[in-house]
């Protein structure tokens, strides 16, 4: 079984940075798919960013360029980096991991971007 601790979020102002940390707490994180997911008010929950294993990595189009997700297996953690942040970004941000029939989720982090 795994745990996921995501921090990092807040509140930023349109056009700022946030950096999105995820901790996991399992002996096989190396084996995971590791993903960024978002929910906005009102609205479904939207794949953001993915980091499989091998470290190869997807984007939701509205975020590719900047946004960059990355992964440390030394220290069992995933990051997501966030740069010019718009209002439309603001949401809850939630980890997720997935290896074979495991699939974790994490407790969410909010981001609001709003001046």
């Known amino acids: 079984q795994a745990q996921l601790v995501e921090s990092g979020g807040g509140l930023v102002q349109p056009g700022g940075s946030l950096r999105l940390s995820c901790a996991a707490s399992t002996r096989f994180f190396s084996m995971y798919a590791m993903n960024w997911y978002r929910q906005a008010p009102g609205k479904q929950r939207e794949l953001v960013a993915t980091i499989t294993s091998g470290g190869i990595t997807k984007y939701a189009d509205s975020v590719k360029g900047r946004f960059a997700i990355s992964r440390d297996n030394v220290n069992n953690a995933v990051y997501l980096q966030m740069n010019s942040l718009q209002p439309e970004d603001t949401a809850v941000y939630y980890c997720?991991?997935?290896?074979?029939?495991?699939?974790?989720w994490g407790q969410g982090t909010q981001v609001t971007v709003s001046s």
């Open positions: 997720n991991a997935v290896w074979a029939r495991n699939d974790y």
